[in-house]
């Protein structure tokens, strides 16, 4: 099971900066995960709207495509992304029956390069089993 596999809503290409969290002052992310701070998230943001124009091409969105490309990953790897919105359950749904190429599977791995994602994907702890991971 590929947990969380839009960290935690990065993927979405909605999170463009700390201000626009969902959960506002009170969201818990920044501390909680690396990639979510102040000095990271810009440019975390950047690699995500490069996947975000690779959806548009395929008529997906950010979120479609990172959910196609997990689960084209293996016939036994299945994403099983969370949410709390009806919309995102149901745009996430539609995201289950995209298969993409080799070929877009690269460009997808390519928009995103390990060494450009920036912050540690979780605090504390050893985290290096999942470094690269976004």
Not at 80 to 92: F, Q
Not at 94 to 121: I, K, T
Request: aromatic content about 4%; overall charge negative; some cysteine.
């Amino acid at each position: 099971m590929a947990y969380s596999p839009l960290s935690r809503s990065l993927l979405s290409g909605q999170v463009t900066s700390v201000e626009g969290l969902s959960g506002g002052a009170e969201d818990k992310r920044p501390e909680r995960y690396p990639r979510f701070r102040p000095e990271n998230i810009a440019a975390n943001a950047k690699l995500v709207a490069d996947v975000g124009k690779l959806g548009e091409e395929r008529g997906l969105t950010a979120a479609q495509l990172s959910l196609a490309w997990v689960a084209s990953q293996g016939d036994d790897v299945v994403p099983i992304p969370g949410t709390t919105k009806v919309a995102n359950l149901m745009s996430n749904v539609a995201a289950e029956p995209v298969a993409l190429s080799e070929e877009e599977c690269a460009l997808v791995a390519a928009a995103v390069p390990h060494d450009q994602v920036v912050g540690e994907r979780y605090s504390g702890g050893d985290s290096s089993i999942w470094k690269g991971n976004l």
